[in-house]
């Protein structure tokens, strides 16, 4: 029973994968615009001289380096074996730079950033959520959490410019922009970790508070629900402390469907975050997609996206994988 | 009766505040439980029954508030007690098989952690294998197989889940066990099965217990004696056998001659009418308009409940004459 479950799971994963795989071939072909033409369009723009007569063969000769020049279906099915095997060609405008290099200088900025962010408000929103619908709760989280449920409302990059207004621009307590300053060497130690931490502040701060309000709202939601079942009214005849009553019967039954939105929201996070790498200059994945998408940059966008899709895949994988061990009774 | 009482209950009052309006659901309600007894509580929906379970409990929830009365167990007034004395109190000395037993345990915790953690709630110093092994042997008492104790909730069956609330009330060895409608939701069959269990390790505990419900014939099968509620009062308190035999007040012989009888073959007379608003309550006895024997003192004074014949007690004013 649980080996089926496990091995549904994994070709499922599979499937999303090649699926995903062949739909990101598709549609950055559809869109007008040629990656070549792109790249000559900005050469001319800033009056280089683009080859002259021999214009026409140098074209041709880079449509052959990235393999523009074969029938689709050709292009096709060489995609689908590179990708699988993560190589996934070379980037356009940062030519002779791999996707995948670049991709994986990327991810860990964004993994950090966004995840980490993502948990925190997931941890304080589900907390603080669950403490609103708790009849013995201190009454001041009733005053301060609707605060966080008006900041739900406003989009987290235009919070983010405002801090970065405020905090970067007219206090000068936290840098403007970058994952950390300009002339360090990344290297693992406190002072590099620190330099992290102060760069990473405002944009983290910018996605918390604006998520927080939502976590809470959901967690509010279903813990109402919980708080009317009849195990609770047991819980409480048994006698059991209320730390014990609050924690494992009713924050842990109520977490159940916030799990799940937790695993969309980690999935979606990295492209949903595009906006705030860009607002703070953050050198993350969401910063490398719009340049690409910027230059047309067929490989790197088809890279970025790919890892987007990998990571809601994996996500929703790790998460379908936990969710038997919080909730016994999935795994039919 | 010079027996020491198990719980003794005087005058508790609970009402729910709606708006401005109070609404007495449970209204000056006293009566004694001893060792080893069982008291049957029966009523229609809305009668208070429940709530008074709750209130002896104190898990009532807004908007329902005990308004007075006192509830004494071991000595001390239960409604009284600050809140971590109750919480010590609940289980340890008092313990619920609740109404919805389907869903009174919590789905996604192992029963043996269920059953585990009222122990460890309640500082009673025993070692993991201690606990192990006391659950282990509930179990076998409510006659399930030990298995259970490392099932969910929902691979046991609804016999089962409500052995395991039974096995679940006794681990403390309460003095007094409240059942809300133990069997409701079960079938008939399993019904007798599981409230044979009930009674069974009730007996080998000595403890003294409340059963809630509105089966009569569960009633006769199990309870010592009876006590009839009607609009949030106790209109009759009597011993099993006499209560059958020769009820006293008109609303418990209406209810007695409602239940289909195997012996003579007759027309099931309801009782007419319906159970007034608590919000608007006639005057004097609440059952009066209802009454077949009403008389003119019925409809200004609410008749008290009163000793009449040793161990028996009704609230009617013409029960009172009689026997007067």
Known sequence: MKQAYFIRRLVMFFVVVILAATLNFIIPRLAPGDPIGAVLEELRARGASTGGDAEDEIVAAYRARFGLDQPVYVQYLRFLTNTLRFDLGYSISYYPQKVEAALLRALPWTVGLLALSTLISFACGSFFGALMAWPRAPASVNRFVPFFMVLSAVPYYLLGLILLYIFAFVMRLLPLGGAYSSGTIPRLDLDFLLDVIRHGMLPALSIVLTSVGFWALGMRGVMVTVLGEDYLTLAEAKGLPDRRIFFGYAMRNALLPQVTALAIALGTVASGAVLVEVVFNYPGIGWLLYNALRSSDYYMVQGVTFCLILTVAVSVLVVDLIYPLLDPRIER | ?324
């Open chain 2, 1 to 324: 009766m010079s027996q020491e009482t198990a719980l003794q209950v005087k005058n508790l009052r609970v009402s729910y505040m709606t708006g401005d309006q109070q609404v007495k659901a449970v209204d000056d309600v006293s009566f004694s439980l001893y060792p080893g007894e069982r008291l049957g509580i029966v009523g229609e929906s809305g009668s208070g029954k429940t709530t008074l379970a709750m209130a002896l409990m104190r898990l009532h929830k807004p908007p329902a508030y005990i308004m007075g009365g006192e509830a004494i167990l071991d000595g001390r007034d239960i409604l009284s007690l600050g809140r971590d004395q109750m919480r010590q109190t609940r289980w340890s000395k008092l313990s619920l098989i609740p109404q919805g037993s389907m869903n009174s345990l919590n789905p996604v915790i192992k029963i043996k952690h269920q059953m585990a953690d009222a122990i460890e709630a309640h500082e009673r110093g025993w070692t993991r294998g201690q606990i192990a092994k006391h659950i282990g042997e509930l179990l076998g008492r409510v006659g399930l197989p030990d298995s259970v104790a490392e099932m969910y909730p929902h691979e046991l069956s609804g016999g089962m889940k409500q052995r395991v609330c039974i096995a679940l009330a006794i681990i403390l060895e309460p003095s007094v066990i409240i059942a809300d409608e133990p069997t409701s939701a079960l079938d008939v069959v399993v019904q007798r099965v599981v409230m044979q269990t009930l009674n069974d390790v009730q007996e080998q505990l000595n403890a003294a217990m409340i059963i809630i419900g509105h089966d009569m014939g569960l009633m006769a099968q199990s309870a010592d004696r009876l006590a009839v509620m009607y609009a949030g009062k106790m209109v009759e308190v009597s011993p099993i056998a006499s209560f059958f035999k020769d009820p006293q007040h008109p609303y418990s012989k209406l209810l007695i001659s409602s239940l289909p009888s195997p012996e003579e073959k007759r027309e099931l007379a309801g009782i007419p009418g319906s159970q007034p608003s608590l919000l608007d309550l006639p005057s004097g006895c609440a059952f009066h308009p209802r009454c077949p024997l009403v008389v003119e003192r019925c409809t200004g004074e609410i008749p008290l409940l009163r000793d009449f014949s040793g161990d028996r007690r009704a609230a009617c004013h013409l029960v009172e004459e009689q026997s007067s």
